[in-house]
């Protein structure tokens, strides 16, 4: 693709007005979640989400998440379930994404839901988020704002690193709190947990009075971060390592020696805001293998498992 100049705007209301009009001029914006950085597109133009395909170097049949301000306007895009009315009303704006039926009028470009019935929608609880969905007035097709397979952005840096020439702007909002990406429902029938993340599935069985079921593994992919290989370093990846091999370099978690440690004491949460910063500073450090220690696997643990899984995959879908 023909490369261009990736403008970095602050995160004032200048910065945002221009990130919208870039937004309707068919441009792409990267711009802060509480999650991770998102690659922004006006969901309602098929050029713009071709865009984003192209700049990522996304498979086309890896369908994307729209951001909204508000629950309002996602129910002028989906049909909400009593339960998703019941999930959204609880967790947004937050880092849950519901997976519902499109409704027919949703006017969302094709290439967001590649080939589905149903469109993945959240509302993010960032202030520059919400700003610039505000001032843009529109749905925002946003997957991470990082090429198809790596690891995603929890700063402007990692989006520029990854996708400068790119993309048209990125909005600078600062570091991401949370630092794994949503978690992932489906709710086109009963509740399904399509991908932990940033919301403890704990949190939506309270919610519910239940354990949501488990999604499919593998097969047709039916919500944006299912692909088997993704999230991937430069280095190979083993996981539960209690010992380092000849050549490794160790991300630590707890009280273990690690030139890099995701949670010295063992924090889920701290974990789960460093992991993506750390798989970059390991790619920066030119690691070919990489040992990562034993993460639990409950609260946010569940989430860090899937990426880290997700990044010792064989390569060959990245």
């Not at 951001?67 to 996602?74: G, I």
């Not at 030139?259 to 889920?268: A, E, I, K, R, T």
Request: charged share 15%.
């Amino acid at each position: 693709m023909t490369l261009k100049t990736t403008d970095i705007l602050a995160s004032d209301a200048a910065g945002i007005a221009a990130a919208a009009d870039v937004l309707r001029a068919g441009g792409l914006v990267a711009f802060p979640t509480e999650t991770v950085y998102g690659l922004g597109a006006d969901a309602r133009d098929d050029r713009a989400v071709a865009q984003v395909f192209a700049a990522k170097g996304r498979p086309t049949f890896n369908p994307l998440i729209v951001h909204v301000a508000d629950l309002e306007t996602a129910q002028t895009l989906c049909d909400f379930s009593h339960e998703a009315r019941a999930l959204a009303q609880a967790f947004w704006p937050g880092a849950l994404t519901l997976v519902l039926p499109i409704r027919a009028d949703a006017g969302i470009a094709p290439l967001v839901i590649a080939g589905l019935s149903t469109l993945a929608v959240r509302v993010p609880d960032h202030p520059v988020a919400q700003a610039l969905l505000h001032e843009f007035g529109g749905p925002v097709a946003a997957p991470s704002a990082n090429p198809s397979g790596r690891i995603s952005p929890t700063s402007p840096d990692h989006v520029i690193a990854g996708l400068n020439g790119r993309i048209d702007a990125v909005v600078d909002g600062g570091n991401c709190g949370v630092g794994v990406e949503s978690t992932i429902v489906g709710c086109d029938g009963s509740p399904v947990l399509l991908r932990a993340g940033g919301l403890p599935r704990e949190a939506i069985a309270a919610c519910l009075g239940g354990d949501p079921a488990e999604g499919p593994d593998g097969g047709v992919l039916t919500a944006p971060g299912q692909m088997e290989s993704h999230y991937a370093p430069q280095g190979k990846v083993r996981l539960n390592a209690t010992d380092v091999h000849d050549g490794e370099v160790l991300l630590g978690f707890g009280p273990v020696d690690a030139p890099l440690n995701l949670s010295h004491s063992g924090d889920l949460v701290e974990a789960a805001a460093n992991l993506f910063a750390m798989l970059h500073e390991l790619d920066a450090m030119g690691a070919q293998r990489i040992a990562v220690s034993p993460i639990p696997m409950h609260g946010l643990g569940a989430a860090i498992n899937d990426r880290l899984a997700r990044a010792a995959a064989p390569r060959d879908q990245a």
